[in-house]
């Protein structure tokens, strides 16, 4: 008896410490099916919204990409590392003590609109046919060229020195752990990211997200393209 292919979307709440890509080979396994994709890469340290696209959805990657993205997040003051969060590889520190609620909210002021953005090192971007990840990983640093980008909100949360929660809507292409790393260049000490969570992809909030063990057949929905 044949089976048929289950498609549309599964919206998963991505846990810590785990690449996009485990999130895909998990729900192959879970559903026993090979077309399955996401739209939207999270590194192992981000957590939050994931969209994962099956069978025939997985041809509506480019609208699922191209949609707004927003993420909660903290930066680290004082620490810059190979990665630009705190997984990476410190490489300099700085005092950081004389920085002050305001100082802060005036450089993330700095940062909302249209801005150009390069891609860090650790990103999915090629160069030269070759994924700057990859290149980091052997070591190598090459020129990238800046991107424009948009971040509509950029909002201050939380301010506990060295730590500062931080909200932001941005359109994709977008980097929070960029941001970070040129928020605390702007401020003179440097900074890297120590969490991020995505909080919204598009219509999809991490309210609908599941959690990824708890995935079945309830969990997957039916994309329709708005009128």
Excluded: W
């Amino acid at each position: 008896m044949m089976t048929v292919e289950k498609q549309g979307v599964l919206i998963v709440n991505k846990p810590p410490g785990i690449t996009s890509h485990d999130v895909v080979g998990f729900i192959r396994r879970k559903f026993n099916m090979r077309r399955v994709g996401h739209a939207g890469t999270l590194d192992p340290l981000a957590t939050g919204v994931l969209v994962v696209l099956l069978g025939k959805s997985t041809k509506l990657f480019d609208r699922f990409v191209a949609y707004d993205k927003s993420y909660r997040a903290t930066l680290r003051l004082g620490v810059k590392t190979t990665t630009a969060d705190i997984m990476g590889k410190v490489v300099e520190e700085k005092p950081f003590a004389g920085i002050d609620r305001p100082q802060v909210e005036a450089v993330l002021g700095r940062f909302r609109g249209e801005i150009e953005q390069r891609p860090p090192m650790v990103s999915a971007v090629k160069h030269q046919g070759q994924r700057l990840y990859k290149l980091a990983r052997q070591g190598k640093e090459v020129e990238r060229t800046p991107r424009k980008v948009r971040i509509d909100e950029l909002t201050l949360l939380n301010f506990s020195l060295p730590d500062v929660e931080f909200f932001m809507s941005c359109s994709k292409g977008t980097y929070v752990r960029q941001l970070a790393e040129d928020v605390g260049d702007v401020l003179g000490c440097g900074a890297c990211i120590s969490q991020i969570e995505r909080t919204k992809v598009g219509p999809f909030d991490i309210s609908q997200a599941a959690i990824l063990e708890e995935i079945d057949e309830r969990h997957i929905q039916q994309f329709h393209r708005p009128a």
